[in-house]
């Protein structure tokens, strides 16, 4: 029997409160994200550590949190979305929380690191995808975009008031804000973001009129079978290794480079910490706008174009930045965070579109282990990065080499010619040639 899949929820499709829910989730635990570079300064100076072990720790926190995704994926099968966020919003907090004890490396290792670490990825963009891939029929794309945005908007949002906290007053304090933003958001976690549209009784968004509810049981397999036996399946396929290297890039230019190193190396040049986040800040803004945009267009273009346009995009841009440093804000500089800001995860909506494509039901699991590469991408060039100021006193090596990466991601995402044919693929998902 079909059932309303039209049941309204405050006046609005439950789905979309669902959407506004991990939306609001995945923004409270942004805060970390824009943490490493607004703190990296003060901890150099209060206990003299390089800006290689800091990157260090920043790397472990990006490893974990990559490696950890395609295992979420598999968690939310078996337990549910809502105990998977809510545990790793407590993380989350936990991990920030506690750094405010931290005085030696190891320390730092394991709250940035670990606990961070783990907490992150346990949401990261598979929650993103979970929530659009179970909830949504049409304008996937459209919403996997607007998720994605949550996290640049985290970043607009704490990035300003870290710099002007911790410039103002401490590191510590930055860091318990952090943790008290991923507690908040908890209890909307819990009250309202229901694990399936089963659960409430109605079809997804956008479904056929005529389809029935059906059941939606959890995963009997272990979560972590589950990972590694998709994993073993997509790695069978050129598609996912593709989509694996130009995701990895993404992460190392993103995340890894930018992300991390920005704010040091503008005050490498005299720029101070709080303009400097002021204009990573901008990133976020326009992160936004490119990140809904993209998923506006991956509904209606070739996704692998897509892709390709982007990576090529943003290694120009690295490839000027070198020269666009200085000691103060001009146009220049302003025009290279605006569209490196379009630019910054606009990859993630078509990338998880090839990803649901290629591999149907086990989708969000592959794009875990594509979102897994792009993680570690992300730690290695922040380690490598790190070593590189400290070896030769500036970034610029850095910047030409992500450069020249962005080139090689955009080769490769063109060269995805043909998908491999869809396990279980879902009747309304599109097959790309």
């Known amino acids: 029997m079909a059932i309303d899949s039209t049941r309204r929820t405050f006046g609005v499709h439950p789905a979309v409160v669902v959407a506004a829910v991990a939306f609001v989730a995945l923004l409270g635990a942004a805060g970390f994200r824009a943490a490493p570079s607004v703190l990296m300064i003060p901890l150099k100076k209060e206990f003299g550590w390089s800006t290689g072990i800091i990157s260090l720790a920043v790397g472990v926190n990006l490893v974990l949190f990559g490696l950890t995704a395609p295992f979420a994926a598999a968690l939310m099968e078996r337990f549910g979305i809502r105990r998977v966020v809510s545990s790793a919003l407590v993380l989350v907090a936990a991990g920030s929380g506690l750094t ?46 607007v998720l994605t945005a949550g996290s ?44 399936h549209p089963a659960d409430r009784n109605i079809t997804p968004y956008g479904a056929p009129a005529d389809e029935p509810v059906g059941v939606r049981p959890l995963s009997a397999r272990g979560s972590a079978r589950r990972a590694i036996s998709v ?57 936004i706008v490119g990140t809904i945009g993209s998923g506006y267009l991956t509904d209606r273009v070739n996704p692998r174009v897509l892709l390709a346009l982007y990576y090529g995009f943003r290694g120009v841009g690295l490839m000027m930045l070198p020269g666009l440093l200085s000691d103060a804000i001009h146009p220049s500089i302003v025009a290279f965070v605006i569209v490196y800001g379009l630019d910054w995860v606009a990859t993630v909506p078509p990338t998880a579109a090839l990803c649901r494509q290629a591999f149907g039901d086990d989708g969000n699991i592959v794009f875990g282990w594509v979102f897994a590469s792009h993680q570690i991408g992300a730690a290695a060039i922040s380690v490598a990065a790190g070593v590189i100021r400290d070896q030769t006193g500036a970034y610029t090596i850095a910047w030409f080499g992500a450069a020249g990466m962005c080139l090689v991601a955009a080769l490769v995402s063109f060269q995805i010619r043909k998908l491999p044919a869809a396990i279980n693929r879902p009747e309304n998902e599109p097959t790309t040639a």
């Open 231 to 287: 994993f073993r399946m997509a790695s069978h396929h050129r598609t996912f290794w593709a989509l694996m290297a130009g995701f990895a890039i993404c992460g190392a230019t993103t995340n890894g480079l930018i992300g991390t190193h920005f704010i040091p190396a503008a005050h490498d040049h005299g720029l101070s910490e709080t303009t400097s986040a002021n204009l990573l800040a901008v990133v976020g803004i326009f992160d």
């Open 100 to 145: 405010v004890f931290v005085r030696h490396q190891w320390e730092l290792l394991l709250t940035w690191g670990v606990l961070i670490g783990l907490g992150t990825g346990s949401m990261a963009l598979v929650f993103a995808g979970t929530v659009a891939s179970r909830w949504f029929v049409k304008r996937r794309g459209l919403v996997m975009g």
């Open 152 to 195: 640049a908007t985290g970043q607009l949002i704490f990035l300003p008031i870290l710099a002007a906290v911790t410039v103002n007053g401490s590191w510590r304090l930055a860091s318990l804000i952090i943790a008290g933003a991923a507690l908040a958001v908890v209890p909307l976690v819990l009250l309202f973001l229901h694990n």
